[in-house]
C-alpha cells in the first residue's frame, strides 16, 4: 500500500450520508403506521417509478430476479418454452428464465455495445428454426421446442437495438421483455417512432433491480417491472403476492415477491435525485472518454451509437493484459470490477447444456479484455485523472513485454 488515498469502484455511503434525514422520516412513518407492506408508500413510488419509466404501470416486487421472472410468467412463457438471450450478463437474467419453466437459449452479442446482435437473432432465428404460420409459434429445430421470448439486456446502462429485436418479436410472435436491471433512465432513439424512448417502455414488460450498487439502489434487496399492459400488470400483481388479488382468494399459485412499503418509500426518496446522478455519471463518462482518446489504440473504451443515452451504470474500457492491469490498479488503491469474467454457457451451472468454448466468440473475446473503472455520481475529478493517469501508466508500461510475447 502506498500513501495515496483509495478510490473505491463505487461508493454508496457518501449518497446515503447526504439523504439521512429524509431517509430516516421513511422509517419513522412506517413505524408510526406499522404499514409494512403495501399501502400509500409502496402505491406512490410505483406512480413515481412508472413516470420516470413513460410506462403506464408499475409493480414493485422484492428484486431484479423475481422481476424477470414475473414478467416471463406473465407473458406466457411456460414449462418447456425456450427464450432467448445473452451470454454476457449477470446470471440472474437466466435464473429467472429457468424458473419460469423454459429454457434459455444464448445469441452472441455486438462487439462494439455488448448488447444482443439482431444479425445473430436473425440467424438463429431463420437458420435453426421454424415459423409454424398457422399456430404463430416458432419452433427450435433442434429440440422442437416453441421459441416464445426474447429478453436483450441493456447491458452497463446502455439500451439495446431495440427497432430491430421489437420488430423480429413481432414477426416471429416473441414477448420481447427487457431486462433494465441497470439501465433506470437510459434511452434510445426509435427511428420507427422517431423520438427518445426510456428504458422500460418498448417491450412487453420490463426488469429493474434496485439492488444497493445499481443507478438507483433500495436500502435492501428490491426490483419493479413496469409494462403499458394492464392485464400483464394485473397479473404480475398477482404472481408477487400468492396469487392472489383479493386476500385469501387464489387465482393460482404465486410467490412471496412483494416490494416492502420501507424500501418503496426509501426508493421514492432517491427517485427524486436519479436523472441528476445519472447526469453526473455521463459527464464522468465524459470525461473518461476525452482523457482516454489519445490511447484509444491500447485503451478501447465504450462505444456509445447516436441513438443511444447510455446512464452509465458502468464504465467498462477493454485492454489487453486485463488480469495484470486490474492488479496493478489495485496495488495504487484503484478499484475496479469485471462484468462478467465467465460467459453464462461457459459457467458450471450450465455445464449441462453442452454449449463449448467458441459457441459465442464475440462475448467470449469481451470476457477475456473488460475492465470496469470506477464510476458514481461523486467520483472526483481529481480521483477520475488519477485513474486514468495510473491506467495509462500500466498499460503502456507492459506494452513492451506484449511486443516481446508476441514474438515469441
Ligand atoms: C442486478 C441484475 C439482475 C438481478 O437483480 P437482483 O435485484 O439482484 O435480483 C438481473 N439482470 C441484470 C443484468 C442485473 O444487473
Same mark, same amino acid.
Given at each position: 500500500?502506498?500513501?495515496?488515498?483509495?478510490?473505491?469502484?463505487?461508493?454508496?455511503?457518501?449518497?446515503?450520508?447526504?439523504?439521512?434525514?429524509?431517509?430516516?422520516?421513511?422509517?419513522?412513518?412506517?413505524?408510526?403506521?406499522? &404499514?409494512?407492506?403495501?399501502?400509500?408508500?409502496?402505491?406512490?413510488? $410505483?406512480?413515481?417509478?412508472?413516470?420516470?419509466?413513460?410506462?403506464?404501470?408499475?409493480?414493485?416486487?422484492?428484486?431484479?430476479?423475481?422481476?424477470?421472472?414475473?414478467?416471463?410468467?406473465?407473458?406466457?412463457?411456460?414449462?418447456?418454452?425456450?427464450?432467448? !438471450?445473452?451470454?454476457?450478463?449477470?446470471?440472474?437474467?437466466?435464473?429467472?428464465?429457468?424458473?419460469? &419453466?423454459?429454457?434459455?437459449?444464448?445469441?452472441?452479442?455486438?462487439?462494439?455495445?455488448?448488447?444482443?446482435?439482431? /444479425?445473430?437473432?436473425?440467424?438463429?432465428?431463420?437458420?435453426?428454426?421454424?415459423?409454424?404460420?398457422?399456430?404463430?409459434?416458432?419452433?427450435?429445430?433442434?429440440?422442437?421446442?416453441?421459441?416464445?421470448?426474447?429478453?436483450? /439486456?441493456?447491458?452497463?446502462?446502455?439500451?439495446?437495438?431495440?427497432?430491430?429485436?421489437?420488430?423480429?418479436?413481432?414477426?416471429?410472435?416473441?414477448?420481447? /421483455?427487457?431486462?433494465?436491471?441497470?439501465?433506470?433512465?437510459?434511452?434510445?432513439?426509435?427511428?420507427?417512432?422517431?423520438?427518445?424512448?426510456?428504458?422500460?417502455?418498448?417491450?412487453?414488460?420490463?426488469?429493474?433491480?434496485?439492488?444497493? &450498487?445499481?443507478?438507483?439502489?433500495?436500502?435492501?434487496?428490491?426490483?419493479?417491472?413496469?409494462?403499458?399492459?394492464? !392485464?400483464?400488470?394485473?397479473?404480475?400483481?398477482?404472481?408477487?403476492?400468492?396469487?392472489?388479488?383479493?386476500?385469501?382468494?387464489?387465482?393460482?399459485?404465486?410467490?412471496?415477491?412483494?416490494?416492502?412499503?420501507?424500501?418503496?418509500?426509501?426508493?421514492?426518496?432517491?427517485?427524486?435525485?436519479?436523472?441528476?446522478?445519472?447526469?453526473?455519471?455521463?459527464?464522468?463518462?465524459?470525461?473518461?472518454?476525452?482523457?482516454?482518446?489519445?490511447?484509444?489504440?491500447?485503451?478501447?473504451?465504450?462505444?456509445?451509437?447516436?441513438?443511444?443515452?447510455?446512464?452509465?451504470?458502468?464504465?467498462?474500457?477493454?485492454?489487453?493484459?486485463? $488480469?495484470?492491469?486490474?492488479?496493478?490498479?489495485?496495488?495504487?488503491?484503484?478499484?475496479?470490477?469485471?462484468?462478467?469474467?465467465?460467459?453464462?454457457?461457459?459457467?458450471?451451472?450450465?455445464?449441462?447444456?453442452?454449449?463449448?468454448?467458441?459457441?459465442?466468440?464475440?462475448?467470449?473475446?469481451?470476457?477475456?479484455?473488460?475492465?470496469?473503472?470506477?464510476?458514481?455520481?461523486?467520483?472526483?475529478?481529481?480521483?477520475?485523472?488519477?485513474? /486514468?493517469? !495510473?491506467?495509462?501508466?500500466?498499460?503502456?508500461?507492459?506494452?513492451?513485454?506484449?511486443?516481446?510475447?508476441?514474438?515469441?
Amino acid at each position: 500500500m502506498n500513501g495515496k488515498n483509495a478510490i473505491p469502484f463505487l461508493d454508496l455511503v457518501t449518497p446515503h450520508r447526504e439523504l439521512a434525514p429524509e431517509l430516516t422520516e421513511v422509517f419513522a412513518r412506517a413505524l408510526n403506521t406499522a &404499514g409494512f407492506i403495501g399501502g400509500p408508500m409502496l402505491e406512490q413510488f $410505483e406512480n413515481a417509478f412508472a413516470e420516470f419509466c413513460e410506462a403506464k404501470y408499475c409493480v414493485g416486487v422484492s428484486s431484479g430476479t423475481d422481476a424477470l421472472r414475473f414478467a416471463l410468467m406473465a407473458a406466457g412463457v411456460k414449462f418447456g418454452d425456450i427464450v432467448i !438471450t445473452v451470454p454476457n450478463t449477470f446470471i440472474a437474467t437466466t435464473e429467472a428464465i429457468s424458473q419460469a &419453466g423454459a429454457e434459455p437459449r444464448f445469441v452472441d452479442i455486438d462487439e462494439r455495445t455488448y448488447n444482443m446482435d439482431p /444479425v445473430q437473432v436473425r440467424k438463429y432465428v431463420t437458420e435453426c428454426c421454424t415459423f409454424d404460420s398457422r399456430m404463430e409459434l416458432l419452433i427450435d429445430n433442434r429440440t422442437g421446442k416453441p421459441v416464445t421470448a426474447i429478453v436483450p /439486456v441493456h447491458l452497463y446502462g446502455q439500451m439495446a437495438d431495440m427497432d430491430e429485436l421489437l420488430e423480429i418479436a413481432q414477426q416471429y410472435n416473441l414477448s420481447l /421483455v427487457e431486462d433494465a436491471c441497470q439501465a433506470h433512465g437510459a434511452q434510445y432513439f426509435s427511428r420507427k417512432e422517431n423520438r427518445w424512448c426510456t428504458a422500460g417502455s418498448m417491450g412487453i414488460a420490463a426488469a429493474f433491480s434496485f439492488y444497493p &450498487g445499481k443507478n438507483l439502489g433500495a436500502c435492501g434487496e428490491a426490483g419493479a417491472i413496469t409494462t403499458d399492459d394492464e !392485464t400483464l400488470a394485473r397479473k404480475m400483481r398477482m404472481l408477487r403476492d400468492h396469487g392472489q388479488a383479493k386476500k385469501y382468494y387464489h387465482d393460482m399459485e404465486g410467490y412471496n415477491g412483494r416490494l416492502d412499503s420501507i424500501q418503496a418509500g426509501l426508493l421514492h426518496v432517491k427517485l427524486k435525485h436519479l436523472a441528476s446522478w445519472n447526469q453526473s455519471r455521463q459527464e464522468r463518462a465524459r470525461k473518461y472518454n476525452e482523457l482516454l482518446s489519445a490511447v484509444s489504440a491500447d485503451i478501447k473504451a465504450p462505444f456509445e451509437p447516436s441513438w443511444s443515452r447510455a446512464i452509465y451504470h458502468l464504465y467498462v474500457i477493454q485492454v489487453e493484459n486485463r $488480469e495484470a492491469v486490474q492488479a496493478a490498479l489495485a496495488k495504487e488503491n484503484i478499484g475496479t470490477g469485471i462484468h462478467y469474467p465467465i460467459p453464462l454457457h461457459l459457467q458450471k451451472a450450465y455445464a449441462n447444456q453442452g454449449y463449448r468454448a467458441g459457441d459465442f466468440p464475440v462475448a467470449e473475446k469481451a470476457a477475456e479484455r473488460i475492465l470496469s473503472l470506477p464510476m458514481f455520481p461523486t467520483l472526483s475529478e481529481a480521483d477520475q485523472l488519477r485513474v /486514468v493517469e !495510473t491506467l495509462i501508466r500500466i498499460v503502456l508500461e507492459s506494452a513492451p513485454q506484449r511486443a516481446a510475447a508476441a514474438a515469441d
